[in-house]
């Protein structure tokens, strides 16, 4: 594994929202047993502790999490479903929707939330059978386990898509490599716009990468998080509120990071540039 991959993996453990905020409750408990030897140690944990738990509450209880993840959903929104652009030289879908252990465990292409990436792959590779596919993923969590290519694989044939059609590349472990390894991909002649399937709310950091490369392609979000438009204040389901606010947070981190080390085009890309 990269050494830049082990890096970014192993930060995000740690400052993903849902984590972040256990572990500072963790200290503040911590602190708190320090408050009868020094009692502003006690005032210190309770205001942490309060604020930690209002944070958790926004993000678990209200809208919030659709609201951050807006702007990015919103952002390529405008060619949802748009497939007027063509001719188009293939279809290129980015990997993360499978579920390796379970696929491995089952013999079964598990997906996760993100399976509408592989589910419209293959609807646009029936509505256009002349077309190559990329699929871009080559995650292996462990050996002797399915790889995002293995599980796609079987997605594929199942699904009666022409597996000599599609190419895998089994070398991409991020947004910046997925872009690198399709454009090695790309045969020579194949000059008219790709399609890029992802998810909505990963397009806009998709987007700069894949410019930076040099692929002329046309974003196809798919994948919604978010319903783009205001459903009041309060949502009560905890535990998907919070998953999405880990998604919208990874995403803005990544286009800041992407930015900083001259791996997109843009820090926020749009239609325009």
Same mark, same amino acid.
């Given at each position: 594994m990269a050494w830049d991959n082990i890096i970014s993996r192993?930060?995000?453990? +740690?400052?993903?929202?849902?984590?972040?905020?256990? +572990?500072?409750? =963790?200290?503040?408990?911590?602190?708190?047993?320090?408050?009868?030897?020094?009692?502003?140690y006690k005032t210190i944990s309770k205001r942490i502790i309060v604020t930690t738990m209002t944070i958790l509450f926004f993000a678990g209880f209200t809208n919030l999490s659709s609201w951050?993840?807006?702007?990015l959903e919103e952002r390529f929104d405008q060619y949802r479903n748009d497939l007027s652009q063509g001719p188009y030289a293939g279809i290129i879908v980015?990997?993360?929707?499978?579920?390796?252990?379970?696929?491995?465990?089952?013999?079964?292409?598990? =997906?996760?939330?993100?399976?509408?990436r592989l589910i419209t792959a293959a609807q646009l590779a029936r509505k256009f059978p002349?077309?190559?596919?990329?699929?871009?993923?080559?995650?292996?969590?462990?050996?002797?386990?399915?790889?995002?290519?293995?599980?796609?694989?079987?997605?594929?044939?199942g699904a009666g898509i022409d597996i000599t059609r +599609?190419?895998?590349?089994?070398?991409?472990?991020?947004?910046?490599?997925?872009?690198?390894?399709?454009?090695?991909? +790309?045969?020579?002649?194949?000059?008219?716009?790709?399609?890029?399937?992802?998810?909505?709310f990963h397009m806009p950091r998709s987007v700069g990468a894949f410019r930076k490369a040099g692929i002329n392609f046309q974003p196809y979000p798919v994948d919604y998080k978010s319903t783009l438009k205001y459903q009041g204040?309060?949502? =009560?389901?905890?535990?998907?509120?919070?998953?999405?606010?880990?998604?919208a947070i990874h995403e803005y981190i990544g286009q800041v990071s992407y930015y900083l080390t001259n791996r997109s085009t843009a820090l926020f890309p749009s239609p325009d540039k």
């Open positions: 192993g930060l995000w453990v +740690i400052f993903q929202p849902g984590n972040l905020l256990f +572990i500072i409750l =963790l200290l503040s408990l911590i602190l708190n047993n320090f408050s009868q030897k020094k009692p502003k951050v993840l807006w702007p980015l990997g993360g929707s499978e579920k390796l252990s379970v696929s491995t465990s089952s013999g079964q292409a598990t =997906l996760n939330h993100g399976s509408e002349s077309l190559p596919i990329i699929h871009s993923g080559g995650t292996r969590l462990a050996e002797g386990e399915l790889s995002e290519n293995d599980v796609a694989k079987l997605f594929f044939t +599609i190419r895998f590349d089994d070398k991409s472990y991020n947004t910046h490599t997925n872009a690198l390894e399709s454009k090695a991909l +790309i045969k020579p002649g194949e000059n008219a716009k790709w399609l890029l399937v992802t998810s909505a204040f309060f949502q =009560l389901e905890f535990s998907k509120n919070l998953s999405h606010f880990d998604l």
